[in-house]
């Protein structure tokens, strides 16, 4: 990738910060809840939701394994329907491509369809370096671009932002970057969006170079895919004469059929709406119909590195619908800018450390930046198993040293060598429970886990003490242990102990 975002500090850090911001915790509440309860109901309709999403992975799994396979046969469908294919390995490379190509058009600006894959790579910043000024068409990348914010979220890259918030930004900014704010803007919604519509449909109008992304790239016949639900990615897609995709190569499937599936499970599991409101699909180039050319930029960019990992590979399924980012408790409370990526939440804390690396600071924190409650996973349309792979990320980001991971190796040596000493660990049980009642409350050095921790309180004997005086003088005249606590209660054979268990499971199953 590009690398974090500059000067962005570790997640701990960042969040800690967003904590303590009530404005941006409750604009954060409020939309997280409403989108998720609006999708719950949408996936609720499909009796078939819990296939859907197993094909859904299968899919992206297939695909996958044979991803060098799609791919050529892709740039053979593109290249057959007119457009012209690059691959670029990194961000830099696939900045050049783009900036060249504007170049060669004549053209010093360009309208863009909303694409995390060119906010992944700083496209935006790399034309301006160029001298090309890149317009952002979203309606919330609008806002975002005008404030010279960053995005928060994959879907309402805007979120952190209240409607007053927004008005402000419009009155304020929106004259420098074309045509103004109408005077006396309110901050009501049909006002916000007219004002945006006005501001927006004379760059629609004037734009020579269309850039994009893509949801979808179907490899049997070329066919690229956006979904949007505002309309102007339509008219960036149809109206410049030349029209610029950059797309991460994780994004192609094998057939038209398979977008089926996903046809289905990406509104419901993103607007929450039964169908896209706009669907645009294009194939290469046609006489008097759109674009007269076509360029695709296939983007690597880490991809590939993270395909060989044979855990971490399943973060490539995702298809940005941010289910996981509206249910998570550490986004909803520190927010995406926290995260330091175009990709925040649950799916860019083991999406960026895969396509960056966990070198940086920032890096190695996003794999901890979890609870690992495991809702992300019950969301997710493509079944990722984000928890799995935060612990398999937080194992690379410990194995690669740090002051703290030093010291909990060094902590774990020193247990292990005591446990294999019975006798060093028998008498370290009975000072520990002889001072007992010195024992601080929280644990130095440890103060992140105990400030939110009670730690155990030690018993006044250790256990080996307690089974001398309880059990062990009645093994010597043929009486038995009895098993249990320290009541002597507790199951006395093989068919009572199973039909304790099964009873235990009972009573966790009913919830009492």
């Not at 695909?63 to 593109?78: F, G, I, K, M, N």
């Not at 006002?191 to 945006?196: D, G, H, R, Y």
């Not at 409650?373 to 990722?384: D, L, N, T």
Request: glycine share 10%; hydrophobic share 40%.
């Amino acid at each position: 990738m590009s690398g974090t975002y500059l000067g962005m500090p570790a997640f701990p850090v960042a969040a800690k910060e967003a904590v303590g911001n009530e404005t941006l915790r409750a604009n954060l509440r409020h939309a997280t809840h409403t989108i998720r309860d609006k999708r719950a109901k949408a996936v609720a309709e499909l009796d078939d939701w819990a296939l859907l999403r197993e094909a859904g992975k299968r899919i992206k799994d297939h695909t996958l394994r044979h991803l060098d396979r799609y791919l050529v046969q892709l740039e053979e469908s593109v290249t057959a329907a007119g457009g012209v294919v690059h691959w670029a390995a990194d961000a830099a490379e696939a900045n050049r491509i783009v900036a060249e190509l504007v170049k060669a058009t004549g053209e010093s600006e360009v309208v863009k369809v909303k694409s995390m894959a060119t906010q992944e790579i700083g496209l935006n910043e790399a034309l301006e370096a160029e001298g090309i000024s890149a317009y952002e068409t979203d309606l919330a990348e609008l806002i975002v671009q005008l404030g010279d914010d960053r995005p928060s979220h994959i879907l309402v890259p805007a979120i952190h932002k209240n409607r007053g918030e927004i008005r402000d930004i419009f009155r304020d900014r929106m004259g420098a970057w074309g045509r103004a704010a109408p005077e006396g803007l309110s901050d009501t919604p049909g006002e916000l969006a007219e004002a945006a519509r006005l501001h927006l449909r004379e760059k629609f109008l004037r734009a020579k170079v269309g850039v994009s992304g893509a949801n979808f790239m179907v490899a049997e016949t070329g066919t690229l895919v956006v979904f949007e639900s505002e309309g102007n990615g339509r008219m960036c897609l149809t109206l410049p004469e030349t029209l610029i995709s950059v797309v991460g190569i994780e994004k192609v499937v094998p057939t038209w059929r398979d977008l089926e599936v996903f046809l289905q499970t990406l509104p419901r599991s993103s607007t929450a709406e039964r169908m896209n409101p706009y669907t645009s699909m294009w194939t290469g180039t046609h006489d008097a119909d759109g674009p007269s050319t076509f360029h695709l930029v296939l983007l690597d960019n880490g991809r590939t590195e993270t395909l060989a990992d044979e855990a971490g590979r399943q973060a490539l399924r995702c298809i940005r619908c941010s289910a996981c980012l509206n249910v998570c408790p550490v986004y909803e409370r520190a927010g995406g800018h926290a995260y330091g990526s175009v990709y925040p939440g649950p799916i860019g804390a083991i999406l960026s450390p895969q396509l960056r690396g966990t070198q940086s600071e920032i890096d190695a924190s996003l794999p901890y930046a979890s609870s690992l409650c495991g809702a992300c996973y019950e969301v997710c349309p493509v079944a990722i198993d984000i928890p799995e792979v935060l612990v398999h990320l937080r194992e690379r980001v410990a194995d690669q040293g740090g002051k703290g991971h030093r010291l909990e190796k060094a902590a774990m040596k020193a247990a292990g060598w005591v446990f294999d000493h019975p006798r060093v660990l028998a008498a370290g049980e009975k000072v520990a429970s002889k001072t007992r009642r010195l024992h601080p409350s929280r644990l130095p050095g440890a103060r992140a886990w105990t400030d939110a921790r009670d730690l155990p309180k030690l018993p006044p004997e250790p256990f080996r003490d307690w089974w001398k005086k309880n059990r062990a003088e009645g093994r010597g005249k043929g009486a038995r242990p009895t098993g249990g606590g320290a009541d002597g209660a507790g199951p006395r054979s093989a068919t009572d102990l199973n039909s304790a268990d099964l009873n235990s499971d009972d009573r966790k199953d009913s919830g009492t």
